[in-house]
Structure formats: C-alpha cells, structure tokens
C-alpha cells in the first residue's frame, strides 16, 4: 500500500511490467466520429391540416465560430417529402449522398410505387441505428415530414441512437428548449392538428425562428422553411427574419448594452 | 520495500507505475469521451395476469432528460397477427427503457412468431415465444438490448400468463410485474394487491399462528382499475411518466386495446 490512490488496484510495474498505453492511442487507421465537428442547431416543425412546415436556419457552426453561413439543412425528396438535419453538417452531406443514391435506386424500378415519408423515416433510422450499433454513429438528428400511406400529415424524428418518435410539432437542440413549447400551446395534441390552417402553422413556424435567433447563439437570421402537402413542396432556402424586435433587450442585464 | 512503494513511485526509473497520476488522455495526444450508445426513454409498463386474460400496460410518454419528446409513442404492442397491425394476435409485448432497442426487440419478435406460423401452420404458444425472447435478449449478451421486456398471453388452458425478463435474458413467469423507471412505485404496490403480500385473516392467531390472507385471482375489472389506480399514483411521483395510459388485455377473444388520459405535466 502507498499514498497513491489512483495507483491502488493497479498491476505493480515491478511484476508486470510497463502498462501499455498503445491502445489508449487517439490516432490510427480509421477513426470514428465521436463528437460533432461542424454542425447545425435547431430544426422546427409543425404539423397542420394539410401538410407539414419545417424550418431550419442556414447555419453551420465549427463550435462557437459561425463558419459557414449558407448551408441548407432542409433536403427534400421525391417531392413528397422534407428532411430537416441538425447536428454534424459532414454527416448530414453524407446522408444526402446515401438518399440520392436510394432516389436512383427506387426509379429505376419505374413500378409507379415512390416512398413516402413514412418510409423515408424508417429507413434512416435504420441506417442510424445500424451505425450507433456499429459504434460509429451519424451524429444527426433528423426530422422527416411528409405523408403516410393515407395521405395524412406526416412528422417524425431520427436521431443519432436510432431513438424515433413522433408528434404533431417537434424541435430538434436547443428548439426542444425554446421553440416546443410555444409550437405545443398551438397545437397541442394530434386532434388539434386538423383546425390548423397552413398560415396558422406557418406564422407559428416563424415566430419560432425568431425566438430562436434572440436566444441561440449558434444560430443565424437567414432560413430555410419548407410547406409539404399533397399537392407538392414549397421550399424557400433564402428567408431572412422579419420584424425583429430587441426591445426587450433593454431590460435584461447583461443582455443589453447598459454598463453597469 | 522502500524501493517499492517509495516517494518515486510515481516516475519513469525503478519500480513505479506506467502513468503519471491516473491515465486520463491517451499517449499520443488528446483522447475523447467515447460515444455512449445508449440513452434512458423513461415510462412505465405493467402487467397483471389473471385468471383468464392478461392485462399489459404503459404509459404513453417518451423523455430524453427533462424534455418530453412525444405524448404519445406506445410502449405495448401486439406480436405476430396476420398483418403489420397485429389482427388475430394473441400474445402481447412491453418494452420500457431504450426505446430504439425496444423498437428492434419488438420488430424481431414479431418477425419470429410471424414466420413461425408460416412454417409450421400453426400459431406460436407463449411458452414457446418466451423461451424464443429470452434467446434474442441472450444473443445480445454483450451488447444487450437495454429493455425490460415483459411478455403476456394465454397459456395452453387459457389461464392468463405473463413472463418478465431483465435486458440480457433472465426470465421467469409470474402474476405481477411493473417495469421501468416507476418500476419500484408500482411493484410493492402490485405485491400487496396482487400478491395480498402483508395481509392477514384478522383475529386468526399470534405470531406464527397468524395466518396470511388466501389468494384468489382478480376479476377483470377491479385489476383494470388496479392498473389505471398504479399509475394515477406513479404520475404523481415520477415525472417521467404521463400523458396517457395505454392497456392491452388478452382475452380467449383476442387482444382489446384501451387508451385513457394521464396527467400531462
């Protein structure tokens, strides 16, 4: 016994040898992404009679740095559906890499049969899932909106664990913070959904973009929104903030610019 | 000795330890924090066996830390059936705890009892499902599925039964089990009501003589408000379970589902 105690329940050198740090190593062959480099914030959507609306800002952050300020984070698909991608920006570049290759695959059937949202979001979560199973996880949580099967109002969420789950409005980062709450109290359950008009939930969308851009620093004031019904999408990937207001900012300390 | 546990303990020459506090970075430089592959979901799930049905049930909330992710993302599903709703299924299944786990668990099991039947043009018998569930929770022995999985159905009299299982196989089949994150809530409580755990005949005796109060298999609707009354009381306490109350009960007629309100806050 010593007064080491992090040596306590060690081997002793003396007996076995040097420790063998070799595996500790932290470069080598292939490497998997253990923590996100680049990345997104908060990915918005809500669900209203018709469709669906997502929004994400066109924002790609390398930690506190704003680096690339036109990055679109909204992709769609087979004009029926919308992916929203927060997190890992090279990651989500991949995933848009593995869905046009997917879009080729599909069309060459030429069956008239295209997937939907709903199968959409099955099949990324199983490419995440596989890949955290594989211990080198897509660091992205992914929002899919669409229709199902039957024509109705389709949102669902995917992220990094293979964790789905699905709601009439969702947020992905600091959104299920700040946004959710605000998109909750319009629409607060899937009954809710059908009194939802497109303005409604487009306003409602808005809104959030600019509460989020007040409150998140790693967010920006240009945005993608996108509308998907059944008649098509409308995706606009240059939106800029509207009537902002920081007035508010005069009245909270160290937000403002009082000194003392 | 000296030289062994000596103040150089701790450097490069004579007898002393590899790293110079505790290894906290790799050799080569920084080292990250690797990536952990699972994430806790909350929720609750329950199920009572009785004398001719079994009742499985959850709540419907799903969290990741102190955020809600949805209100509704059911934890009890149907397995095998006819078709991907689960028509004609007979045997039921709760998952609680890594939901992307749960998700894949209750995907394969139904894959299995489904092809089963396929096979052998008959359908599958609890007995043999839960034999067959804890195989696939062994399977993954050491990357497990980080579920509490619990399986319901009727056995081959028609006598309710249910098997519950920890996440890498262990089972057993019992009267009563909760599980999940208000698991420990509901369970003394299950004991006492199911099980009549602590309950005596009055005025039978003293001491060892005292004689414990005969158990007798519930009715269907006092264990329907058992279930509603457990997580009434777990919402209270627990603030990952809410939103909903989600009931399958296996009956000789096949698998009734009912939803009412929880609390939502």
Redesign the interface.
């Given at each position: 016994?010593?007064h080491?105690p992090?040596?306590w329940g060690?081997p002793?050198?003396?007996i076995y040898g040097?420790?063998?740090?070799?595996f500790?190593?932290?470069?080598g062959p292939n490497q998997?992404?253990?923590?996100p480099v680049v990345t997104g914030t908060s990915v918005i959507a809500v669900k209203f009679k018709d469709g669906v609306v997502v929004a994400a800002d066109n924002l790609a952050s390398y930690g506190s740095l704003a680096r690339f300020t036109d990055v679109k984070r909204l992709r769609t698909f087979n004009d029926t559906t919308v992916i929203g991608f927060g997190g890992d920006v090279s990651d989500m570049q991949y995933l848009d890499r593995v869905l046009s290759s997917l879009d080729i695959k599909e069309s060459y059937a030429n069956d008239g049969h295209h997937l939907n949202a709903k199968n959409l979001h099955t099949y990324l979560?199983k490419v995440l899932?596989k890949r955290?199973?594989d211990?080198n996880?897509l660091w992205n949580q992914l929002l899919v909106a669409g229709t199902d099967d039957d024509g109705k109002p389709f949102l669902s969420?995917a992220d990094l664990?293979?964790?789905?789950?699905?709601?009439p409005t969702?947020a992905t980062g600091f959104g299920?913070?700040l946004a959710?709450p605000l998109l909750r109290r319009i629409v607060p359950?899937?009954a809710a959904v059908g009194g939802i008009t497109q303005e409604a939930a487009v306003a409602a969308v808005k809104e959030c973009m600019k509460v989020l851009f007040y409150r998140d620093a790693r967010s920006l004031d240009k945005y993608s929104i996108a509308v998907v019904t059944n008649e098509g999408i409308d995706l606009k990937e240059d939106e800029k903030l509207e009537a902002q207001s920081w007035a508010f900012a005069e009245g909270i300390r160290g937000y403002g610019t009082q000194v003392s | 000795m000296a030289a062994l546990f000596g103040q150089d303990a701790l450097t490069d020459n004579g007898p002393g330890y590899a790293f110079s506090q505790a290894p906290s970075s790799a050799a080569g430089g920084i080292r990250e924090r690797s990536f952990y592959p699972y994430t806790d979901n909350g929720g609750s799930t329950l199920g009572i066996a009785g004398e001719d049905f079994t009742i499985l049930a959850g709540d419907t909330r799903s969290t990741s830390g102190y955020n809600i992710n949805t209100r509704y993302a059911p934890k009890v599903f149907k397995i095998g059936g006819d078709d991907s709703e689960g028509t004609n299924a007979t045997i039921i299944l709760s998952v609680v705890g890594f939901a992307a786990d749960g998700q894949i668990l209750k995907e394969r099991l139904d894959t299995i009892v489904k092809m089963y039947r396929y096979q052998h043009g008959k359908p599958m018998s609890v007995k043999a499902c839960a034999q067959r569930l804890s195989t696939i929770l062994y399977g993954k022995r050491f990357f497990p599925y980080y579920v509490h999985a619990i399986l319901g159905g009727l056995d081959e009299e028609g006598k309710g039964a249910l098997y519950s299982y920890d996440p890498v196989g262990s089972y057993e089949r019992e009267q009563c089990r909760a599980g999940g994150a208000a698991a420990s809530l509901i369970m003394p409580f299950l004991d006492n009501q199911v099980n009549f755990k602590n309950q005596y005949v009055p005025e039978s005796g003293e001491g060892h003589a005292l004689q414990e109060r005969p158990r007798v298999p519930l009715k269907r609707k006092e264990t329907e408000e058992l279930v509603r009354d457990a997580f009434t009381s777990a919402v209270e306490r627990h603030i990952e379970v809410g939103d909903g109350l989600q009931m399958l009960v296996v009956t000789k007629d096949g698998v009734e589902e009912i939803y009412s309100p929880l609390k939502r806050d």
């Open positions: 016994m010593n080491f992090q040596a060690r002793r050198d003396d040097h420790y063998d740090a070799s500790l190593q932290s470069s998997h992404t253990q923590s979560a899932y955290r199973s211990f996880p969420s664990l293979g964790t789905t789950f699905s709601a969702l299920a913070h959710q359950d899937e | -």
